[in-house]
């Protein structure tokens, strides 16, 4: 790479300097960010951050300041070489599940042995017998086989029932032979395949003479455990590139009639009886929806995070950045204005502030909840292996469970399309640079997407949501309903819409939660009426259903935000102040959405539009504007270290131009290859300079 | 690349097979594909289209098949390579401009001679005297100079007025010496500029004396003409990779008092006197307006085509995907249900595919209004070199000229907004796939995506286009209005804003697009009244702005879309059905749109509650149903060659999972490496092969 000049370097950006911008935002604003901080996540798990950064920052191979310059190959490359170290790190410092996970958190990368340590190892260890454990789990543990889970086909994601792939039990021998009929058939999309494993967890059609038992779980090896090549009759390789998660290594697989012992049925659940070849039943399988629940509470308090990434960045970078004057400020103050001052950069990055706060309290309080009810069922836990399992019936055995699955899947599409979208406003917020890889944003917005799709698509799962919400309503009518929040809203609605609603959403918290309850129970009896007295086909009221979930998800947040600020623990952990501010997030975020969703709410005649009008113009334009002078210090809060962020426009010491300068001109691998411009001429005037380049890349 | 086994050869999908399927497709519908598309496009365009695609294949250069696997340097490389031939064949074809933008646009990739070809050789025709025409111009349509337009600064985008870069004339010795004081004067972004030009036309600050005269273009060599290095004190080089266009070598340079002579100073509208010293005033700088507004027209148009790609692609292939059963669909049903029978697909991508048809006969009403308005003001040509002006002042000669300005304005920003943010929405309608690079999707939509923000930032046109409806609204309560659409609308609406509105959006087409009509107008007496009569701040009403500017361009796309529908030449061209379900498109686009922005259209008493409910519940969701047997035929009238869309997803034969499956198994270079995947080993198990792989990617 060539250095730059000294001329070059003795160059400094006009002033004021970031530094000093930033140092001016964080002195404007007196909100304790480690107060917060230490209520948010604990001050405990912030120490223990810190500690894993600084082992982390010690090994040369988790080195970031190439990883936008490279190719996909290097990069997948790269982060084989960092999953290794990881894993070796892993043992060395007895980390545990959290710590290993804040470690991935930190490097920000998927690598090829993800699905191994998530999905593989979960299934094996849930769905299999001891004797599997022995066999198989005990050795996935020390990674001396590496494998993932095949469920997705080429031709079926979300519907599992419509795999392909057959696994029929050979009596004869007391085998399964394992096949892909079809080229749709072909496991794609599985992660960890492609290059790294040598065994699956493959899910088939089991069948037994000529009947299909539906999809089952089997243990494939697939390649050969020294030459690392395919074995025989198995075709495996990776998938090709993608819009992100370039780091990994999903694949494809086909089976040609591969052949494997009984006991490579994962059979905690079902097994064959090898004596009487006769299949022997599922012992619990509702149970699932537990683990389902858990895990999609997990992608909501997650969603508050990954969202806070891209608002720390453009929060920060905005607060930098000076472009033109403000029209109408007074001649003594003749500066550029900083884009954060702009109302329209504000509307567009505030309510998105107050998104993160409120996703976060809402994860928080669905994993409680989740943890309460655990507890209360004393339940053995359940299966973690079906993903996006399509739109199952609900009927688990109590109405708080079925409340809170209903919850996790309305919450999980609204905190997911949330973040993916707001990461995107975020990178366009920055103007021109928030498209430079160096913004850091694109990539990891990139990198976030799949979750909008996996462990349950966000437009099916709003299906589930109203199927559920339906179920409430029909029970509340028939006066049979159990008690849980969803009932309580629909039984106050059903009471009270003959003599109408007056929220005072501007004046009162308390009206404004209720109207977001009253729009989703409207909504519902809306819903009920198309499909019960209507008979509308459920097709043509999916649009239908998909506005009802996402009224329920955002009521859910609204709540759930509400209820943290005012829980005693609150007050008790962060001073005054800070309750206040967080409250004014709260009434923005609320605001701001009822504005957004104004339609139905007007509708649903829970508000006026003269309130609307008020919330638009006055209510939320104030909040702005008392929210503004916390900016950087709420988004201090988050506490990312500039590592993990690895953008230049969203650094903690403000120095983004020199930092964009510095990556482009002294870390970027193009700048050592001289083109040659001519039209008849060869591409490249330096060819040996190319060589050394593609070593790099 | 290995290649697939035998057995892996003779596997096909699961039926129906895709091509069964669109086969069925096409059969359904009776739209007349050649016809539409003539009538869009002419004959003669689509024919010459195919002329230059059969050129384009002959070439092994523009061999698409590495283009999703390549690093940056490699597809940099390439691209440069394209531009090269395409510049031979240019030559040798004698191809016009449109035919060398078609090629272009068949290759669908920038690449690193863009911006010579175009904003450098503008640049210097417009704004050069005829002697620098002989100096610079000449040599630069041979390509014996390569040049670019360095504009943008590290620190300073829309705000021309704040660059840095300094251009200071020396009396003594007739020269200018072009300097960069900061770190932030640093050119940045500018294309072409990289690794590839030679010469810059650079924008600087004119010094004569201590006096600054404001932003003016120079031309600077910047590169040695044959060993292709930086000239001394000029530090310049590529600005490293971003979220898409990294085909395009986007560029950084830095000036330590570089000295150019007088004559690079491009003199057609102002200079400086050698003699005298003196500044000589520009001739007519308000021309600029005039060619301002055709280049946002072109990207309105272009805006259409955009989109229809992405969902040329999502509509074949949603007709190819089957997933679940339809729940109630009769067990004599019993097959998986095609994506694009959904509704929840159908309410994301049919609007879009009314999108494509309203933008584009908007694209082409605006052009065809510039034209004749050009005609008829028969002006001289004006310079095109101002990009991203900033939001200057409006006052041009007439008032026609001045709605058509600030008409393209709010265009361009809804346009380039709708194209942008509907790509990915169509990515995401083909679920998991949507995020394989084979989609053609996101590569795509990462490319269009700093179309936003040139030409004027999407948000910043918004303040133009409000200052201009704040005026003529000031005019028309004056009773001083010219005679415009604007003015004429605004008046109705003071006319009749005490009788009320009572528009039947529903049953009358001329009342649909007047109710968007008299949104805009309440939007404008609103922000009227806040800014004159509240005193309210610009900067307080940004936000209002904004919506003030969307509701505007919306209601220019439904007028415009509207009219083409009711001109005689469109009844003569094409036949009664096709009339009718582009009528069916029209209404979709309108009915939708003002369901999405229901509450404004409430706010301003142009419609009642119910009739939103009705236009939601019941016409759009009729009108989705009555489109939905012609979604097929309607993209293939957009005529995109599979070579063009370079999509598995999207091929016109529906033969979608064998590409999938062939670009992921056989022209996947990743598939070459062996990894090693225990952690305590290397990560590449075949070293030998890596090379292979590296010299291809």
């Not at 191979?61 to 490359?77: H, L, P, T």
Request: proline share 5%; with cysteine; hydrophobic share 35%.
């Amino acid at each position: 790479m060539p250095s730059n000049p000294e001329w070059v370097k003795a160059l400094e950006p006009s002033g004021p300097q970031g530094s000093e911008l930033l140092a001016q935002e964080r002195a404007k604003s007196d909100l304790n960010v480690d107060q917060l901080a230490e209520f948010m996540f604990t001050k405990e798990i912030l120490q223990r951050n810190e500690r894993i950064l600084n082992i982390l920052l010690a090994e040369p191979v988790f080195d970031k300041s190439q990883n936008y310059f490279r190719g996909r190959n290097a990069r997948i490359e790269a982060a084989l070489a960092r999953g290794k170290r990881l894993q070796q790190l892993q043992v060395q410092h007895k980390w545990s599940k959290d710590e290993f996970e804040t470690a991935n958190s930190l490097i920000s990368e998927p690598t090829p042995y993800g699905l191994h340590a998530s999905m593989f190892l979960v299934t094996l260890r849930e769905q299999g017998t001891p004797e599997q454990h022995k066999l198989f789990l005990e050795k996935a543990e020390k990674y001396q086989i590496i494998g993932c889970y095949a469920q997705t086909e080429l031709g079926h994601g979300s519907n599992v029932r419509g795999l392909e792939t057959t696994a029929t039990w050979n009596a004869d021998d007391k085998t399964f032979t394992i096949h892909s009929p079809t080229l749709t058939a072909s496991k794609w999309w599985i992660g960890s395949l492609g290059k790294t494993a040598n065994y699956a967890v493959v899910m088939a059609q089991l069948y037994i003479g000529n009947k299909n038992y539906g999809p089952h779980p089997f243990v494939v090896p697939i390649r050969d455990m020294k030459t690392h090549e395919p074995l025989p009759n198995v075709h495996v390789g990776d998938i090709g590139p993608k819009f992100g998660y370039n780091t990994m290594d999903n694949g494809f697989l086909l089976f040609k009639n591969v052949k494997i012992p009984h006991q490579n049925m994962l059979a905690r659940f079902s097994s064959i009886d090898p004596t009487t070849n006769k299949y022997v039943r599922p012992s619990n399988p509702s149970l699932i929806y537990g683990t389902l629940t858990y895990i999609r509470s997990h992608i909501v308090l997650q969603s508050g995070s990954v969202l806070a990434r891209g608002v720390t960045i453009a929060t920060r970078y905005c607060a930098v950045r000076r472009q033109f004057q403000d029209r109408d400020a007074p001649a003594s103050e003749p500066g550029e204005n900083q884009v954060l001052n702009y109302t329209m950069v504000q509307i567009r990055l505030l309510p998105l502030l107050a998104a993160t706060y409120a996703l976060h309290f809402t994860g928080r309080g669905m994993i409680n909840l989740y943890q309460e009810n655990q507890k209360r069922m004393n339940s053995t836990a359940a299966p973690e292996s079906e993903r996006a399992p399509g739109p199952e019936e609900l009927n688990p055995g109590t109405d708080l469970l079925a409340d809170l699955h209903a919850t996790s899947c309305a919450l999980k599409a609204l905190a997911s399309t949330t973040a993916a979208e707001g990461l995107e406003v975020c990178r366009r917020a920055c103007g021109g640079h928030g498209y430079s890889s160096f913004s850091g944003i694109g990539s990891w917005y990139a990198d976030y997407l799949p979750t909008v799709t996996w462990e349950g698509d966000n437009y099916m799962l709003t299906q589930q949501v109203s199927r559920y919400l339906l179920k409430s309503a029909r029970a509340v009518l028939k006066g049979n309903a159990g008690d849980n929040d969803t009932t309580r809203i629909l039984s106050e609605f059903v009471r009270r819409r003959d003599i109408g609603a007056a929220f005072d959403v501007i004046g009162s918290d308390d009206d404004l939660v209720a109207a977001f309850a009253w729009r989703v129970s409207f909504l519902t009896f809306e819903a009920l009426r198309h499909r019960d007295e209507d008979k509308q086909s459920w097709n043509s009221l999916l649009v239908d259903f998909w506005r009802l979930s996402t009224a329920h998800a955002q009521y859910m947040v609204v709540k759930n935000f509400h209820e943290a600020l005012n829980d005693p623990n609150t007050t008790k952990s962060i001073d005054k102040g800070t309750v206040a501010l967080l409250h004014k997030l709260f009434r923005l975020y609320a605001l701001h959405t009822l504005e957004k969703e104004a339609s139905e709410f007007y509708s649903s005649a829970a508000v006026t539009v003269r309130q609307i009008t008020l919330a638009r113009t006055k209510a939320v334009m104030t909040l702005l504007e008392e929210i503004r002078p916390h900016a950087v210090r709420l988004v201090d809060a988050w506490k990312f270290p500039d590592w993990q962020l690895d953008s230049s426009l969203g650094r903690y010491d403000g120095k983004v131009y020199e930092d964009m300068f510095y990556r482009a001109s002294e870390l970027n691998p193009l700048n050592s290859v001289v083109f040659d411009p001519y039209p008849d001429s060869k591409v490249l005037f330096k060819k040996d300079e190319r060589q050394n380049l593609r070593s790099k890349l």
